[in-house]
Every structure is written in structure tokens, then in C-alpha cells.
């Protein structure tokens, strides 16, 4: 039989009673704890001493019992809290009272003088006896003669020695022994520790997933071979490299089951080929080039050898170009490859126009962590018309490139800097139309002022060894000003002129840019800035400054720059916005 229960509705309470209830039930939920101080302590110790005691996180609101039983069982709790930092011989001092609102007490602690390690035996046998990685790894923590007795750390150098084994390949470790004799009246330890280490486990053959690419490609991403010692690091190394190239969704490395019987680890790397075409779409706006549009194409993976492909097709007002290159690994993958790049440009500013075919051999090598290396040859075909000069160039161009770039970031950098350094050149002995050297470099430093202010400065260098600049083509000239350049003066409307006034280019170019912008919002900050500069003949040098603000929105596709800047050696002239985009580094 189905039961029904009709519920009734409940006479309505007077305000008076609901207000009452109200307050009852925020006294009751808003019991704070009370006052309890603890005298005579340094920071570390009253930290610890609070931690161990119950008493002092009791609220007012407890029972007078309960409150009179942890106030005298707190002697105990402290003397532990003190033992545990090396003091044996603490003396204390303590009163509780109460007052109509709360109860209160105090504790006026002497800690004494702490126990200190009077002999430190840290007997090891085994391989790790010997081996410099392990040593060093545990030595930094390692309890000597003289220090405090402290537990904690004593406790911490031992999971030191057990993390060093881990990592160094001393897996069989046995901590036979760990002990701490204390002399309270003596006030001092005496650490004894054995350590049987055992034989230190070697690596075994790296196997990779098969059917991505070739063996020995892979190989090239480790310098670990079979019979080398264990090092995590090693481990650790593979997977970065890995997973920093572009040929893998995922990677996952295992090194179980270990061979107890021959100490050896082996190396099993599972891998997940990334998708191997990639097409990009984008488009934007900068003061230098108008609105502009781009495609992009890359397969990541050509064929088994980690050849790949790259194509990248840009069109504004001002520049339009189809570039594509074409490299592979060398050995190394990590270090070395080389490009066969190729690409048409079609340039026209209000000074030069330039329609331009290039094709080039690059090897690119990183030296040491930091560095990278590219030497190139390109051969170089232009047609240009820099004021009323018109002329085809072709030539066979000579250089290497180093660089390095540290703390970059796709939205705002707090820290790090970049540099890159170019020396390049043409002679007419080896198939040019003339000949020519030239230097180019160019830092950019990014530093922190706080939280929410940063320091930027930049600075472009150029010097070119020719005696007749007009046999140049415009690409190998030099102009300043713009967005990246000159803020306040138009896009390479900076340098030399002819006698009709027409910026012609130069031999030479120096330009300088100091700035401090500040956050007011998560990702809005305001700048000011002074830009300095010029392109230059010999030593004719005229600096042109601009001066200006600006506004940064840190999107989630980086940097977007909204600049106001006049141009003070033309002050006749009215401010110009500069926008501009892309990372600060």
C-alpha cells in the first residue's frame, strides 16, 4: 500500500527570534583561536614549537578541561618541537589565566645550548666509494663535525643518499646502519652511517619505437651507449631533446625491468609520431609593411631520414615574398642540420623598389648550449631601383651567423636577452658582379624593475667595406627608421640621399632604443620610449631621435604594440602611430 504524508507548514518565527539565531550562529561558526605566546625563541624555533602544539591552535570557545589539559601536557609538545632542532636542554617557564572573553597563555622557553655533532662516520663500500658523480651529489647536505644536531636534516641527508643512488645508477644500495648517539650532558652527537653501495648498473641498448624514422637518426638524439655508466641525467637529456623536436606527439621513456644479474638498465623509448603536414593561416597590421597575410606549410616528416619541408607565403603593400626551405639532419639532430633555402621578394618602399630570387646552402650548428652557428652561400639575383638608380645585381654571398636568445616568451619576457652577429661578403673573383664585406649585429635586453615594470634596449650595428655604394643592390644597403628601427620616422626614410633628396641607403647604420613600459592591468602596459639613429656614409653621422608612448596588449598570440612617437629633428612634422607585433626577444 502506498503511503502519502502531507507536510504541514511551519508557523512563521518572530524577527526578533530569527535575528537572535542569526547572531548565535555567528559566534558559534566565528570562534577564533586564542592568544598563546612563546618567548625566548627564534623564528625557526617558534615555528616548529607551533607546529607540534595542539594548544595553540584551541579555540575560546573550548572546554575549560580540555584547555587546562593540553596547557599541561604543552611542556612535553615543546621540549619535542626543540629536541627535533637540537636542543636537549630547554628550561620553561608557562601561566595560563582567563578573562570574560578568552583564556591566554604564555610560555617563557630558554632553549638552552644545542647539542652539535661531536664525530660524523659515514662509511661507504661498494662502487659509490669512488664515484665522483654520487659524492658530489650527496655532499652538499652531508652532517659535519661542529654543525647542530638537527633532525630534520639528518633526516634529509639520508633520502639524499637514497635520491643519489636512484640517480646514479646504485640501485642494490643498502643503508645497513643509521644511528645518532646523543651526550645530553656533554651536549653533543655522534653520527655513525653504513652504506653498502653495491656495483654500479651500466646502461643497455636504447630501443625506439620502430617505423617513424631511421635508427641512427634516432640515435643521433643520445650520447648514450651501451656499457655507459647509469645517469639519470642522461634520461632526463633524451626525453628534452625528444620531445623538442618536431617529429613527436608524445615520448615515453622506461627503464624496468632492471637486469639484477648482469647490473645493467635497459632503455625502451615509445614514441608517437606528431602529425606530419601542418598548414598555418594568419594576417595583421604593422606600420612598416600595411596590413598584410600569410600561409604556411610544413610537413615535419618527409621520410624515414627526418627530412622535412618548409613553406611560407607573406604578401603586404610593401613586402611580399614565397619562401621555402628544404633541410635534414646531420649526425648529430640535435646539433646539426643542413637547409637548401630558396625564395622570391618583391620590395617597394617610397625610396627603392627591388624584385629579388635567392638560393642558398646553410649548415647550422649549435656551439655549446647556448650558441648557434650557420654558415651560408646564397647566390642572390636583384632587380632594384633606389631613387633614379636602376641596375641588376647578382652575386654569390659568403657568411656565418652566430646567436643565442635566452628568456624568450610568447607573451610578455621578464628577463633575457638576444644577440646575433653576421659577417658576410661577395668578391667578384668568385662569380659576382662586384664585391663587398660587411658586419651586421644586432642585441635586444630585457630586464625586470619589479613586479610590473621592465627595462628593454635594443640596438642595431652595420658596417660595409665598398667604395662604390651605388654597385650595390638595395638589399645589402642600409636604411633606418620605422617600427623595429626609428619610431616617430617612416619605414627606411632614414639615411643618405642624392641630390633630389631621395634616401638612397648607406655603407654604415647605427640605431639605439631605451624603454620602460609598466603593467596597469593582467595584460595591458603603458611605455615610454626614446629611439636614436641613423644610416651613414664614412663617419657623417646625423642622429635622429624620436621620442614617444606607448600602449602593449599581451594577447594570447603574443605581443601587440600600439606606439605614438615624434620625431624631434623634424619638428615640423606631426606625431606618427607606429603598430607593431611579435615577441619581445
Avoid at 619562401?323 to 625610396?351: C, L, M
Wanted: glycine share 8%; with cysteine; hydrophobic share 35%.
Amino acid at each position: 500500500m502506498n503511503s502519502h504524508r502531507k507536510t504541514l507548514p511551519k508557523p512563521a518565527q518572530p524577527a526578533s527570534i530569527r535575528l537572535l539565531a542569526v547572531f548565535a550562529l555567528a559566534g558559534f561558526t566565528c570562534s577564533a583561536p586564542a592568544e598563546v605566546v612563546f618567548k625566548g625563541l627564534d623564528d625557526r624555533q617558534e615555528q616548529n614549537v607551533r607546529v607540534l602544539s595542539t594548544l595553540a591552535t584551541t579555540e575560546c570557545d573550548s572546554a575549560r578541561w580540555r584547555v587546562e589539559r593540553l596547557y599541561r601536557d604543552a611542556d612535553k609538545n615543546i621540549r619535542e618541537a626543540l629536541r627535533a632542532l637540537g636542543y636537549y636542554s630547554s628550561t620553561i617557564n608557562k601561566s595560563l589565566r582567563w578573562d570574560d572573553s578568552c583564556w591566554h597563555a604564555e610560555f617563557d622557553i630558554q632553549p638552552g645550548d644545542p647539542v652539535r655533532y661531536r664525530s660524523v662516520n659515514i662509511d661507504i663500500t661498494g662502487d659509490a666509494s669512488g664515484d665522483v658523480m654520487f659524492q658530489s651529489r650527496i655532499a652538499g647536505s652531508r652532517p659535519a663535525i661542529g654543525d647542530i644536531l638537527d633532525h630534520g636534516q639528518y633526516s634529509g641527508y639520508k633520502s639524499s643518499v637514497l635520491r643519489a643512488a636512484t640517480n646514479t645508477g646504485f640501485f642494490d644500495l643498502d643503508l645497513k646502519s643509521s644511528k645518532v648517539t646523543v651526550d645530553k650532558a656533554a651536549r653533543s652527537a655522534d653520527l655513525l652511517m653504513e652504506i653498502d653501495s653495491g656495483q654500479k648498473y651500466k646502461f643497455g641498448a636504447v630501443k625506439f619505437s620502430e617505423g617513424i624514422l631511421h635508427d641512427h637518426v634516432l640515435q643521433g638524439y643520445t650520447d648514450i651507449r651501451p656499457g655507459d655508466p647509469y645517469a639519470a641525467k642522461s634520461i632526463n637529456d633524451l626525453y628534452e631533446a625528444l620531445s623538442g623536436s618536431s617529429y613527436f606527439a608524445s615520448v615515453s621513456i622506461k627503464t624496468e625491468p632492471l637486469d639484477t644479474t648482469a647490473k645493467v638498465v635497459p632503455v625502451t623509448v615509445d614514441l608517437v609520431p606528431a602529425k606530419r603536414q601542418v598548414y598555418s593561416i594568419g594576417g595583421g597590421f604593422t606600420t612598416d609593411t600595411g596590413p598584410h597575410g600569410r600561409i604556411g606549410f610544413t610537413n615535419r616528416r618527409i621520410n624515414q631520414k627526418g627530412h622535412q619541408l618548409e613553406s611560407k607565403l607573406f604578401g603586404s603593400t610593401v613586402l611580399s615574398e614565397l619562401n621555402a626551405s628544404y633541410r635534414w639532419p646531420k649526425r648529430d639532430p640535435r646539433r646539426e642540420w643542413f637547409s637548401i633555402v630558396t625564395g622570391f621578394q618583391h620590395e617597394e618602399t617610397d625610396t627603392s623598389e627591388q624584385d629579388s630570387f635567392k638560393l642558398g646552402f646553410l649548415r647550422s650548428k649549435s656551439l655549446g648550449t647556448r650558441w648557434l652557428q650557420t654558415r651560408y652561400v646564397d647566390y642572390a639575383y636583384e632587380d632594384y631601383t633606389v631613387s633614379d638608380q636602376s641596375s641588376i645585381s647578382e652575386l654569390i654571398i659568403f657568411g656565418t651567423n652566430w646567436e643565442t636568445a635566452t628568456g624568450r616568451a610568447l607573451s610578455r619576457a621578464t628577463q633575457g636577452y638576444r644577440f646575433s652577429f653576421d659577417i658576410r661578403g661577395a668578391s667578384d673573383n668568385l662569380g659576382s658582379d662586384t664585391s663587398f664585406a660587411q658586419i651586421r649585429a644586432k642585441a635586444k635586453w630585457v630586464r625586470s624593475l619589479g613586479e610590473k615594470t621592465r627595462f628593454l634596449a635594443r640596438t642595431s650595428l652595420g658596417i660595409t667595406s665598398k667604395d662604390d655604394l651605388s654597385e650595390l643592390p638595395a638589399s645589402v644597403r642600409f636604411f633606418a627608421g620605422g617600427d623595429n628601427s626609428v619610431r616617430g620616422y617612416d619605414f627606411e626614410s632614414l639615411g643618405p640621399t642624392d641630390s633630389t633628396g631621395a634616401v638612397i641607403g648607406g655603407s654604415h647604420l647605427i640605431d639605439v632604443s631605451l624603454e620602460i613600459d609598466r603593467l596597469f592591468r593582467d595584460k595591458w602596459a603603458v611605455a615610454v620610449f626614446v629611439d636614436g639613429g641613423d644610416a651613414f656614409n664614412n663617419t657623417h653621422i646625423k642622429l635622429n631621435t624620436g621620442v614617444g608612448i606607448g600602449l602593449r596588449w599581451y594577447s594570447p598570440v603574443g605581443p601587440i604594440r600600439l606606439d605614438l612617437a615624434h620625431p624631434l629633428d623634424d619638428p615640423d612634422k606631426d606625431f606618427r602611430i607606429h603598430i607593431s607585433l611579435g615577441p619581445d626577444l
